[in-house]
């Protein structure tokens, strides 16, 4: 730092024109030259005098009133979903029990012998030799044999 006072830059008088609008406030604003005008021109009235204390304590009571109100407002919207989050999660709870039970019995239905016992109760009878098709020229690979009942045990 240097041991040179800092200086105020020096401001350019206020135009003629701008002069009559300072007539236009209500308050005499202070601000810098450069701003009075822009300020000047908006008519704002501050209040003189002073608020008693009756008006500053039902204002301070009133924040307060308001504060606790919407801090119960808060509270009672979260408990409610708090409630529906556990009825949520015991309705999870219920349809996954559901959905063991659902896939374990499609597991025991797909089982060889429960697909063999439900062929032979449709009237099925297994094939001796298989027969299989190739798709990508569409040849018949085996001999088809019509499969006979008898040869069931």
Request: overall charge positive.
């Amino acid at each position: 730092m240097s041991a040179v006072p800092a200086r105020t830059p020096a401001l350019a008088p206020i135009p003629r024109k701008y002069r009559a609008m300072r007539k236009l406030s209500l308050v005499k604003p202070i601000v810098k030259p450069i701003v009075s005008p822009i300020a000047q021109a908006i008519p704002v009235g501050v209040p003189q005098g002073r608020a008693s204390s009756r008006t500053f304590l039902f204002v301070i009571i009133g924040m307060i009133v308001s504060g606790m109100m919407m801090l119960l407002y808060v509270n009672t919207l979260t408990t409610q979903a708090s409630f529906q989050k556990y009825a949520l999660q015991i309705e999870l709870s219920q349809m996954t029990a559901e959905e063991q039970t659902i896939a374990s019995v499609v597991a025991a239905g797909e089982s060889p012998a429960s697909l063999l016992l439900t062929a032979q109760t449709m009237g099925m009878v297994p094939a001796e030799t298989p027969v299989f098709l190739r798709l990508s020229d569409r040849e018949i690979l085996g001999k088809p044999v019509v499969a006979s009942a008898l040869a069931v045990r």
